[in-house]
T-cell receptor
Framework: NAGVMQNPRHLVRRRGQEARLRCSPM?????VYWYRQLPEEGLKFMVY????????ESGMPKERFSAEFPKEGPSILRIQQVVRGDSAAYFC?????????????FGNGTRLTVT | KNEVEQSPQNLTAQEGEFITINCSYSVGISALHWLQQHPGGGIVSLFMLSSGKKKHGRLIATINIQEKHSSLHITASHPRDSAVYICAVPSNTGNQFYFGTGTSLTVIP
C-alpha cells in the first residue's frame, strides 16, 4: 500500500518559469492538503482539496498559485512566474476523513529552488 | 498569540534520558496530532489523540482536554530519535492545522 507520493523530489526553476508539483494521495484518501515550509521555518497551510473541489485555499497566495485535484490523476500545485521567495519545501498530505477524525499521511515533499 | 505553543524550542539530551515535550493550545479541539520531521525532511504522523494516553514503542502521548495541554514523552532516548517534533491541532472548520513551532531534539550518544 503505497504512501503519499510526491514528485519531483527536487525541482529547480529560473525566475519567471512555471513549477508544477504533483501529489498522489494514499489509496482511498479523498482529502488532500498542501503545506509550504520555508527554510528554517515551520509548516504553513496552503490549500485543502477534496476530489474536484477546493475546500479551503485561505493559505495560498492569490496570485500565481493554483491547485487542483481532478477526478482522475494526482493533485497538482502550480506556481506561475516563480520568484526566489517561492524557494521552499512543499509537502502534500492526505487523509481518509477530516483532521478531527483521521491522521494525516505526508509525502516526502518537493524541494523547489528558484535561481 | 499563536493557537499552539510548544516547549522547549530546542532540546539536547544524552542517550537513555527520558524526554518530555509540551504543547498547549487555545482553540477547542476534538483531536490533537503529534508529528515527527526527520533531518532529511520527511514528516511522519506519530499520534492522533483526543483523550487520555497513547503508547507506541518508546513514545507516549498524553492529553488533558480540560487544561488544553498535551505532552509527548520518549523513554530511553536514542540518537535516532533526533528530529523536530511538531504538535498540531485542527482549526474549528477542520480544514487546516494550527502547528506549533516545533521542538528540535538532539540525542547525543
Amino acid at each position: 500500500n503505497a504512501g503519499v507520493m510526491q514528485n519531483p523530489r527536487h525541482l529547480v526553476r529560473r525566475r519567471g518559469q512555471e513549477a508544477r508539483l504533483r501529489c498522489s494521495p494514499m489509496k482511498g484518501h479523498s482529502h488532500v492538503y498542501w503545506y509550504r515550509q520555508l527554510p528554517e521555518e515551520g509548516l504553513k497551510f496552503m490549500v485543502y482539496l477534496q476530489k474536484e473541489n477546493i475546500i479551503d485555499e485561505s493559505g495560498m497566495p492569490k496570485e500565481r498559485f493554483s491547485a487542483e485535484f481532478p477526478k482522475e490523476g494526482p493533485s497538482i500545485l502550480r506556481i506561475q512566474q516563480v520568484v526566489r521567495g517561492d524557494s521552499a519545501a512543499y509537502f502534500c498530505a492526505s487523509s481518509s476523513q477530516s483532521l478531527d477524525h483521521s491522521p494525516l499521511h505526508f509525502g516526502n515533499g518537493t524541494r523547489l529552488t528558484v535561481t | 498569540k499563536n493557537e499552539v505553543e510548544q516547549s522547549p524550542q530546542n532540546l539536547t539530551a544524552q542517550e537513555g534520558e527520558f524526554i518530555t515535550i509540551n504543547c498547549s493550545y487555545s482553540v477547542g479541539i476534538s483531536a490533537l496530532h503529534w508529528l515527527q520531521q526527520h533531518p532529511g525532511g520527511g514528516i511522519v504522523s506519530l499520534f492522533m489523540l483526543s483523550s487520555g494516553k497513547k503508547k507506541h514503542g518508546r513514545l507516549i502521548a498524553t492529553i488533558n482536554i480540560q487544561e488544553k495541554h498535551s505532552s509527548l514523552h520518549i523513554t530511553a532516548s536514542h540518537p535516532r530519535d533526533s528530529a523536530v517534533y511538531i504538535c498540531a491541532v485542527p482549526s474549528n472548520t477542520g480544514n487546516q492545522f494550527y502547528f506549533g513551532t516545533g521542538t528540535s531534539l538532539t540525542v547525543i550518544p
